[in-house]
């Protein structure tokens, strides 16, 4: 059973509720009749709140739309529509394509940071995760607990009680590090002049919650909201009953019950013993017949660097601006493509360097992107990051990502603010007690050991793009906004592009590649905000 901590509504909140929620109850639940740009608005909101969606949608959200048309509505009870057509052509004939054409909004609240990463794997699907980097977690559930996912198999075996005892203690001391950051950080950075004191608050919040995040355990929950396809749900589901952490597979028949409620012609396969049964069979099957060929072939693993690079370009095609020079000729000559390539390999390099030139033109922002002959090349790095960062690079869809089990084995990163501001022995004592419970927990629970890893131990993982999406991930990623962990993994990304591929060109056309030194860095964001709020009130 999942461990939720349900919420109250009163009689008239459990009115407007039911017109618009297809579960009042428990975390999962679908969004419906309300314009899609309602619904856009309130995942865009819910990832840097702390409420819940539902009372989100309560509290700031009903008073500026017209409920009146809505009254006789209950998206509780399901769907009682005909969907015969769906049925023939879907279900009968298996065209997927029909699939593809309805969409739903979907919350998935209460879900561990390792659930979230399952959740959020696949590329035909929008995602809006409630972020450690905005939110304070120092705070309790109304039920008086933490905000960490209680595995019922931890609690109901004799390490129950170890595991709610060291986690509490380890958000015990994010809420110490916390004040003792932001008080570091206050005398630090003092208020700038024409900066008010709720920008500069802000500002010095998003720093200190930046630096002691990694304390929290994979285990802190965090609130979902998916956008996604029936094709899309179709294949998260399937995926989901295949994977062997327990609170994925719970999580799976609660979507499947909501998504029903919304999409239910779309989804009769996920039950069908010879389809979807047994299509998440298959992948279950395969991932642990490859285990165990895989400890046979190497019953003592592999050689392990004592001190693996943070990052490391493991692959990328020597030939790849040659190749995305001739992808952007293509369209524009009738010869093949490896005529085309042949050449391109003739022109000089006065002519190549004007060929990019015009190809990527004058990229005002990040946003302007050159096209798909981008593409062509790929690389594949290897990268050794704490769990934090990976949460964030993780989520970009277009990626190809695989990573290894969350552990302690690989070390963390202590923040050097942290540091300044005294934190260091609390800092390095959660970190200890974080992998005592993991070491414990993994002798009986293996799959369930990483909730209690700090966000601050590094996970090896592998990340491949093209040059295209590397142009997209990199100039994001390396922005002053971001978070110092991966920021430097972005611009480590981008020199490595040039040299170690040697594709000085193409690291040359992602100008946009941030590597200015910044102190606060949500403080030009901020002021931004605090412009545009401005600018409002004054319309």
């Given at each position: 059973?999942h461990?939720?901590?349900a919420?109250?509504?009163?009689?008239s909140e459990?009115?407007?509720?039911r017109?618009?929620?297809?579960n009042l109850?428990g975390?999962?639940?679908?969004?419906?009749?309300l314009?899609e740009?309602?619904?856009?608005a309130?995942f865009?909101?819910?990832s840097?709140?702390?409420?819940s969606?539902?009372?989100?949608f309560?509290?700031?959200?009903?008073g500026?739309?017209?409920?009146?048309?809505?009254v006789?509505?209950?998206?509780?009870?399901?769907l009682d529509?005909?969907?015969q057509?769906?049925?023939?052509?879907?279900?009968?004939?298996?065209?997927?394509?029909?699939?593809?054409l309805?969409?739903?909004?979907?919350?998935?609240?209460q879900?561990?940071?390792?659930?979230?990463?399952?959740?959020e794997?696949?590329?035909?699907?929008?995602?809006?995760?409630?972020s450690?980097?905005?939110?304070?977690?120092?705070?309790?559930?109304?039920?008086g607990?933490?905000?960490?996912?209680?595995p019922?198999?931890?609690?109901d075996s004799?390490?129950?009680a170890?595991?709610?005892g060291?986690?509490?203690?380890?958000f015990?001391t994010?809420?110490e590090?916390?004040a003792m950051?932001?008080?570091?950080l206050?005398?630090?950075?003092?208020?700038?002049?024409?900066d008010?004191?709720?920008v500069?608050?802000q500002?010095?919040?998003a720093?200190?919650?930046?630096?002691?995040?990694?304390v929290l355990p994979?285990?802190?929950?965090?609130?979902?909201g998916?956008?996604?396809?029936?094709?899309?749900?179709?294949?998260l589901?399937?995926?989901?009953r295949?994977n062997?952490?327990?609170?994925?597979?719970?999580?799976?028949e609660?979507m499947?019950?909501?998504?029903?409620?919304v999409i239910p012609?779309?989804?009769r396969?996920?039950?069908?013993?010879?389809?979807g049964?047994?299509?998440?069979?298959?992948?279950h099957?395969?991932s642990?017949a490859?285990e165990?060929?895989?400890?046979?072939?190497?019953?003592?693993g592999?050689?392990?660097?004592?001190?693996?690079?943070?990052?490391?370009?493991?692959?990328?095609?020597p030939?790849?601006?040659?190749k995305?020079l001739?992808?952007?000729?293509?369209?524009?000559?009738?010869?093949?493509?490896?005529?085309?390539?042949?050449?391109?390999r003739r022109?000089?390099?006065?002519?190549?360097?004007?060929l990019?030139e015009a190809?990527v033109?004058d990229?005002?922002?990040?946003?302007h992107?050159p096209?798909?002959?981008?593409?062509?090349?790929?690389y594949?790095?290897e990268?050794?990051?704490d769990?934090?960062?990976?949460?964030d690079?993780q989520?970009h869809?277009l990626?190809?990502?695989?990573?290894?089990?969350?552990?302690?084995?690989?070390g963390?990163?202590?923040?050097?603010v942290?540091?300044?501001?005294?934190g260091g022995t609390?800092?390095?004592?959660?970190l200890?007690r974080?992998?005592d419970?993991?070491?414990?927990?993994?002798?009986s629970?293996?799959e369930e050991?990483g909730y209690?890893?700090a966000l601050?131990?590094?996970?090896?993982?592998?990340?491949q793009?093209?040059?295209?999406?590397a142009?997209?991930?990199?100039?994001?990623?390396s922005?002053?906004?971001?978070h110092?962990?991966y920021?430097?993994?972005?611009?480590?990304m981008?020199?490595?592009?040039?040299?170690?591929?040697?594709?000085?060109?193409i690291?040359?056309?992602?100008?946009?590649?941030?590597?200015?030194?910044t102190?606060?860095e949500?403080?030009?964001?901020?002021?931004?905000?605090a412009?545009?709020?401005?600018?409002?009130?004054?319309g």
């Amino acid at each position: 059973m999942h461990a939720y901590v349900a919420e109250e509504f009163t009689d008239s909140e459990t009115a407007i509720l039911r017109r618009y929620f297809t579960n009042l109850e428990g975390p999962v639940f679908a969004l419906v009749n309300l314009p899609e740009v309602v619904k856009g608005a309130l995942f865009a909101r819910y990832s840097r709140s702390s409420k819940s969606l539902r009372r989100l949608f309560l509290d700031e959200f009903v008073g500026d739309l017209d409920l009146t048309g809505d009254v006789t509505f209950d998206a509780t009870v399901g769907l009682d529509r005909a969907e015969q057509l769906y049925e023939r052509v879907f279900f009968e004939y298996g065209d997927d394509s029909v699939a593809q054409l309805g969409g739903v909004h979907l919350a998935c609240e209460q879900s561990s940071n390792l659930l979230t990463k399952i959740l959020e794997w696949g590329r035909l699907m929008s995602y809006l995760e409630q972020s450690t980097r905005y939110l304070a977690y120092d705070q309790r559930l109304v039920s008086g607990h933490y905000r960490y996912y209680r595995p019922p198999s931890i609690l109901d075996s004799p390490l129950g009680a170890r595991y709610v005892g060291d986690l509490d203690r380890m958000f015990d001391t994010y809420g110490e590090l916390l004040a003792m950051v932001q008080a570091h950080l206050h005398a630090q950075y003092p208020k700038e002049p024409g900066d008010s004191d709720f920008v500069h608050r802000q500002a010095v919040k998003a720093k200190a919650l930046d630096a002691v995040r990694g304390v929290l355990p994979a285990a802190s929950l965090s609130n979902v909201g998916i956008y996604g396809t029936g094709q899309g749900y179709e294949q998260l589901l399937l995926r989901m009953r295949a994977n062997p952490l327990p609170e994925a597979g719970t999580y799976a028949e609660m979507m499947l019950t909501e998504l029903r409620k919304v999409i239910p012609s779309f989804l009769r396969r996920v039950d069908i013993a010879d389809r979807g049964v047994a299509w998440s069979e298959y992948l279950h099957a395969t991932s642990e017949a490859t285990e165990l060929v895989v400890d046979r072939l190497f019953p003592d693993g592999v050689d392990a660097e004592p001190e693996p690079p943070e990052v490391r370009l493991l692959d990328f095609d020597p030939d790849g601006e040659d190749k995305v020079l001739a992808a952007a000729c293509f369209s524009h000559l009738s010869g093949s493509e490896a005529a085309v390539l042949a050449a391109v390999r003739r022109c000089s390099l006065a002519e190549r360097t004007a060929l990019l030139e015009a190809y990527v033109g004058d990229r005002q922002n990040r946003r302007h992107r050159p096209g798909r002959a981008f593409e062509r090349t790929d690389y594949r790095f290897e990268l050794v990051t704490d769990y934090g960062a990976f949460r964030d690079l993780q989520r970009h869809r277009l990626c190809t990502i695989e990573w290894q089990r969350l552990g302690c084995a690989l070390g963390a990163d202590v923040p050097g603010v942290v540091l300044d501001a005294g934190g260091g022995t609390r800092f390095a004592e959660s970190l200890a007690r974080s992998k005592d419970l993991c070491d414990l927990i993994g002798r009986s629970h293996p799959e369930e050991a990483g909730y209690a890893v700090a966000l601050a131990y590094r996970i090896r993982y592998v990340l491949q793009m093209n040059a295209r999406e590397a142009m997209h991930v990199l100039e994001l990623r390396s922005g002053p906004q971001g978070h110092p962990a991966y920021r430097r993994v972005a611009q480590e990304m981008h020199r490595q592009i040039a040299s170690v591929a040697g594709h000085h060109a193409i690291a040359a056309a992602m100008h946009h590649v941030d590597y200015e030194a910044t102190d606060l860095e949500r403080l030009d964001t901020e002021r931004r905000a605090a412009a545009r709020r401005l600018e409002r009130a004054g319309g």
